[in-house]
């Protein structure tokens, strides 16, 4: 029988699908199978032109937790704002239909969520599998410390976006739904490159909070799939310093208006570890 909290609050899961025919199917039943079952899985066809939908259908009809709805290919930001929308529970939770999570995934951010009444997000370790190279790495296992009292938020991020890609992006963390309908958080449509990390900035920005880790790598990451207009945007570095500016917004918005010396030796760092990701992106292409 699965494990029950004391308490469980409903957990959104959106995925957004598009052609992925091969591992959607696998993907959705790991959620059914979840030790935390007090959930409702909203799926959104983006358009497939594979069997991804009528997979998807078949299996809706064997489990009511599962919600499939169709559009017109628009995007993977559009399929996930419409599961935002669609989204009913306390908590939100976003899977790419190309990656896999393991049987605890939800239990373990749920139970970090509630032992920490100040927590606005909890963030999941990663197995991160190199499926062209054939390789698997563990990701974000490394305890960080805590945001220091009077620490601004803003700061404490790109400190932590400085030693490792953990605050990027949407996947295998869990956002209060509550958060996200009250300031409009949307995702940036139209976008392809870290809009999802534009979102993480939106969210953060719009309260005050603690920021939980979950050393245990429940989210398994498949590197490889992503599509060709994925990987291109990666190169432009016109799209690294649209996100820079973004992060300096709000670390400027977050101290009234003003960029503390400290604020400032952050950005820099951040942007000296941005070229380098950037120069490996090109030389990966290259090859």
Known sequence: MAKQLDSSPLVSVVI???NTEDNIEKLVRELFSQTYQNIEII?????????????????????TRLQVEHQKNAGVS??????????????????????????EFIEAMIEAMQKNPNAILAIMGREYRKLRENKIEQ??????????PRELLSNYTTYL???????????GRIFITETIRKHHIR???????????KFAFDYLSAQDGEIIFIPKPLYIYNFGTETSIVRNSSLKWGNWQKSYQELENWMRDDNRGRISARAKLLLLLVQLRWRIAHYHSNRRAQK
């Open 43 to 63: 799926a959104i066809d983006d358009g497939s032109s594979d069997n991804s939908l009528s997979i998807l259908k078949k299996l809706a009809k064997e489990d």
């Open 16 to 18: 957004p699908v598009w």
């Open 78 to 103: 559009a399929a996930r704002n419409r599961g935002i929308n669609l989204a009913t529970g306390k908590y939100l939770v976003f899977i790419d239909s190309d990656d896999e999570v393991m049987p």
């Open 187 to 197: 995702v940036e449509e139209g976008r392809d490159f870290a809009e999802d990390t």
């Open 161 to 171: 976006m400085i030693l490792d890609g953990r605050m990027y992006g949407m996947t």
């Open 139 to 148: 990701l974000y296992m490394k305890p960080r410390r805590k945001r220091r």
